[in-house]
């Protein structure tokens, strides 16, 4: 069974300050990773995802995340916050049942 | 990348009657799915809409109270039946081909509020 654990519901850093935001997966195959961003009222939107090709993987808006199989792990960064970036993340994973298993989400706010 | 298109955006409704939302994608897609959303929550799978037969419900949701169509590979409609308080929540639709190697398209979703 896959899942992804998203740890810190809540994350503040300072404007210009790295951003870090953690996942974990559990999978019994090679996992297929996302990262989704969703602003206030808004729908979903793809950051980036990894499908087994390079491990570091860049996305949009600046943001990346490196896929970790000993770590088990993608986490997501980015050098430096800014403003737009406060938003909700959702880590999810690609899994049986032809389905995505979305973590529980991170809500980052910007300090300016 | 496709484009789904998601309506309402958002709507109050009185406990007792149904609502139905829809989702339009600008091109054809093999996939598309429901979710639900509640407040401060992850999303939550409640069906998967296949073209040209039932739709597969996830465990706890089931086709009475959220009956599901799927006329073609570009549009969905979910119906949310016999609203009750409960059932305010935001409801997304997602659509995609070929998911394992692209990704999955999302409306904006609707913000439901039953009172």
């Known amino acids: 069974a896959q899942s992804v654990t998203q740890l810190g519901s809540h994350v503040s850093v300072s404007e210009g300050a790295l951003v870090l935001l953690r996942c974990n997966y559990s999978s019994s195959v090679p996992p297929y990773l996302f990262w989704y961003v969703q602003y206030p009222n808004q729908g979903l939107q793809l950051l980036l995802k990894y499908t087994s090709a390079a491990t570091l993987v860049k996305g949009i808006n600046g943001f990346e995340a490196e896929f970790k199989k000993s770590e088990t792990s993608f986490h997501l960064t980015k050098p430096s916050a800014h403003m737009s970036d406060a938003a909700e993340y959702f880590c999810?994973?690609?899994?049986?049942?032809?389905?995505?298993?979305f973590g529980t989400g991170t809500s980052l706010t910007v300090i300016p | 990348s496709a484009v789904i298109s998601q309506k309402p955006s958002r709507d109050i409704c009185q406990r007792g009657t149904s609502l139905t939302i829809q989702c339009q994608v600008d091109s054809q897609v093999t996939m598309m799915f429901w979710y639900r959303q509640q407040p401060g929550q992850s999303l939550t799978l409640i069906a998967t809409a296949n073209q040209g037969s039932e739709a597969t419900y996830e465990s706890g949701f089931v086709i009475d109270k959220f009956p599901i169509s799927r006329p073609n590979l570009t549009f969905s409609t979910l119906t949310v039946s016999n609203m009750s308080p409960e059932d305010s929540s935001i409801y997304l639709c997602?659509?995609?081909?070929?998911?394992?190697?692209?990704?999955?398209?999302f409306g904006q979703g609707t913000r439901l509020t039953v009172v």
């Open positions: 997602s659509g995609g081909d070929r998911l394992v190697d692209t990704e999955a398209f």
């Open positions: 999810a994973v690609w899994g049986t049942g032809n389905q995505f298993y």
